[in-house]
């Protein structure tokens, strides 16, 4: 009989790719990895992996089990759903990624609304890029993501993610006040000459935001580039950058920018996702209702600026 812990040490190594990032994950020491992967390579009788450079590739054989070890941990998350249904109150632990206009406009409320309601459950949330926070759900290290979705950029897929909309909102550009812009500026066109500050190369926004400039016929000038879209704000605001900004920031603050509605009125699309076979635990539903809720509740406040015709 093949050890069930030793499949899933197998699993993540197929995942994080080195000994060192296993043992990291799970917090055992590299060696004790080793030693795990080598007993069950005795169990199952075959050679599981093999040297390629420097790394560590999987044989055929090993695939076929990483595949199964899936199967198992899907069925077992799926049993602990199950029991915690059973259970007079919801409790549990809820590991939360989300990036950063939803941890400030959504986060604040769902959690709140979850320590009134189900005060036996534990939920911690780490700030993650959407893109990495997907796959990290995947490989289990989170249990639900609140993740972004821009116009023409798709959202990776991977199997047995279960996704469920929030809400949308608007994309829009974002301009110093007249009194501080480095030189005057209306449109999407005036941009053009003007410093861009944007998230990182790689992130969804901002491959979303090239695109939009490439379609006005100009390539930005991004002379700043941070994934903190406070920073943004305060680079807009003091004149010194223009940036495309969507409008889950403006929740519950003012700013002094200029937001002028781009062409086509984009909108993004915000999201959760999680494992399909922990989709039913209470816990996770009560936090996607949760959520739900706080993005209603957003939508029916509005926002606190003033947009430019």
């Known amino acids: 009989m093949l050890d069930v812990r030793r499949l899933v040490l197998l699993r993540e190594l197929s995942i994080r790719g080195t000994i060192a990032a296993v043992a990291e994950a799970v917090n055992f020491t590299p060696s004790a990895v080793s030693q795990q992967l080598s007993a069950l390579e005795r169990e199952a009788g075959v050679p599981l992996l093999r040297k390629a450079g420097r790394r560590l590739q999987l044989t055929p054989q090993a695939e076929v089990l990483v595949q199964a070890a899936g199967h198992v941990m899907d069925v077992l998350e799926l049993a602990q759903s199950q029991v915690e249904e059973t259970m007079p109150t919801v409790q549990g632990r809820i590991r939360v990624a989300v990036f950063q206009s939803a941890a400030l406009a959504l986060m604040p409320n769902a959690l709140h609304a979850m320590a009134t309601e189900h005060p036996d459950v534990r939920i911690e949330m780490v700030q993650r890029e959407p893109e990495t926070a997907l796959h990290e759900t995947w490989a289990r290290d989170f249990d639900v993501v609140i993740a972004e979705q821009y116009p023409a950029h798709a959202a990776p897929h991977l199997p047995g993610l279960h996704r469920e909309d929030l809400t949308t909102d608007a994309v829009r550009l974002a301009l110093p006040p007249i009194d501080t812009a480095l030189a005057p500026v209306s449109s999407i066109e005036d941009a053009e000459a003007l410093p861009w500050v944007m998230e990182p190369r790689g992130t969804a926004s901002r491959h979303f935001a090239e695109q939009v400039c490439r379609r006005w016929g100009f390539e930005p000038d991004v002379r700043y580039e941070t994934a903190d879209l406070q920073t943004q704000i305060r680079l807009v605001e003091s004149g010194n950058a223009v940036s495309l900004m969507p409008d889950l920031m403006w929740t519950g603050r003012t700013t002094t920018c200029r937001l002028v509605e781009l062409p086509e009125h984009p909108?993004?699309?915000?999201?959760?996702?999680?494992?399909?076979?922990?989709?039913?635990?209470?816990?996770?539903r009560a936090l996607r209702h949760a959520l739900e809720r706080a993005a209603a509740a957003v939508g029916d406040a509005g926002t606190d600026v003033v947009t430019d015709p």
Do not use: H
Not at 267 to 283: K, L
């Open 267 to 284: 909108r993004r699309t915000i999201f959760t996702v999680v494992r399909s076979a922990g989709s039913s635990s209470p816990a996770v």
